[in-house]
């Protein structure tokens, strides 16, 4: 049975359906890329399956247990959690206060303040800085930090890219093979197509809260996913 | 020499009415909610106090201690068993919310206690002063300060060096993520208004020992703790504490002036401060 299993989602806001009837898995250690345009719903998606929209319909299962209206802090509890959009540190506390509250629950696991200061040398040094005076890299080492701090089981990451430079982002991307290496579950959000087919084993296209394509990205051309990211006709 | 005296005496009255305004200030700096009920929770407050001072007797200000964990308790059960479920994007059922409670409140204790204006006995404390350099102080009003300044650097010290008191800042920054952390806010929101209205508490108590209250002081209170969060700077800390003390010092210098102005003075700095520094001291000093 799939880690995290979705059938049939539809998640509201208000009148507005932003998912129509939406299906993935995600197998225990693997990593899953979710691709689409600004505007798709990868970042509805991602909410609603950490409990945190709760204007929803279908069926989320996660370790063998429907969750689909179960709320966010017992869903994080249970192992799940998500490097959200924008990074969203704790703008009035320190870089290690943001770690410590990724450590606040007790989960047990390998993810403690000496690991990720391993895992980012960068932050060391600036452990006592005010999370807000960071650079948008070091922004999101402090997020993914923060979020393996709380040891999950499935990590959901979304557009950790966004917005920085690619040497910033290669090393950022340096760490996934860290985190798989520990077990964990990685879901991927991404808007770059190349890096998301790199970094994963399956991928998934979202087009206007469907899923427009979905397969090993080794098996995918090129064609095939610009027409399913633009919503164009794949053109021989 | 008079002026020093009664500068003193003003900054005596703005440590209390810091105190009064911190309540609010840290209500909507964690939740974004703006308490409307908050003065005549300070009243109920006040009342509650004079009940239990016959329990505390020779040791008058002891009283507050039983006082503030009522208010605790009060806060705990008000945030989860009404405020919670108004929350959302919409302030306006949490502030409809909070005003029926403030009139109910009022209007309850008018129905037990009367109209009738009150003080908090104190005993010898009441009349008790001290000489510094030729000018006399009143010692409860001193103690009331220093009260009020322990309280502030207490909860900026527990807030920042505490586990629950980093969850409640974090909470504040952004409540949806927490929740990804494995936090229920809505568990810190109950805690935080337990704390919010037993600082509240203290602030009463000690109001009604320095004064007197009627069961409609509490309109009073509400605009001092406003007009001390708005003179701080929102989300400001010590800016509140500066706050209190502006508005403590303008009043007694003002009634001075003119002894028939009341709270008229503190308003116009009010005023003033709205006018020309709408984000407060914080923002003044930020600049
Ligand atoms: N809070 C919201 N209220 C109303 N509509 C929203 C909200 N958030 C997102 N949407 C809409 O839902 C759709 C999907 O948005 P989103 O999930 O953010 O896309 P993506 O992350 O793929 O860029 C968009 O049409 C967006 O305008
Ligand atoms: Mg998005």
Known sequence: ?236 | MIWIETIANGIFLGGLYALIGLGLGFTFGVMKIVNIAQGDFIVAAAFIGLALAPWTPGAALLVVIPVAIIAFLIGLALQSLLINRVLGKDQIPQILLTFGIAIILRNGMVEWFGANSRSIPTGSLRFASFSVGGLRFGVLPALVLVIALCLFAALHWWLRHSRMGRTIVATADDYEVVQLLGVNYRRVYNIATGIALALSAIAGVLLGMRGSFTPYSGVDRLLIAFEVVIIGGIGSFWGMFAGGLILGVTQIVGLKFDPTAGLMYGHIVFFLILIFAPMGIAGLLRR
């Open chain 1, 1 to 236: 049975m799939p880690l995290l299993q979705i059938e049939d989602l539809e998640v509201f806001y208000g009148d507005f359906r932003a998912l129509h009837g939406l299906g993935l898995a995600v197998e225990e250690g693997q990593t899953v890329s979710i691709i689409g345009a600004n505007g798709a719903g990868k970042s509805t998606l991602l909410k609603a399956i950490t409990g945190l929209e709760r204007q929803k319909k279908g069926v989320i299962r996660y370790a063998g247990a429907d969750i689909t209206t179960m709320r966010a802090d017992l869903i994080a509890r249970a192992g799940m959690t998500m490097v959200p959009e924008g990074r969203r540190l704790f703008a009035t506390l320190s870089v290690e206060d943001n770690l410590r509250m990724g450590g606040a629950m007790g989960r047990k696991g390998p993810w403690t303040l000496p690991a990720i200061y391993a895992l980012f040398p960068a932050l060391q040094e600036l452990r006592d800085v005010n999370a807000a005076r960071l650079s948008g890299g070091q922004q999101q080492m402090v997020s993914i930090g923060r979020a393996l701090m709380t040891n999950p089981r499935l990590l959901l990451c979304d557009e950790i890219s966004l917005g920085l430079a690619p040497k910033i982002i290669q090393d950022i991307y340096r760490c996934f093979e860290a985190v798989k290496q520990s077990g964990v579950s990685v879901v991927l959000i991404e808007q770059n197509v190349t890096l998301a087919c790199a970094a994963a084993s399956y991928v998934y296209c979202l087009l206007e809260g469907r899923v427009s394509l979905a397969g090993d990205p080794r098996s995918l051309s090129m064609n095939e996913i610009s027409a399913a990211y633009f919503g164009t006709e794949a053109h021989p």
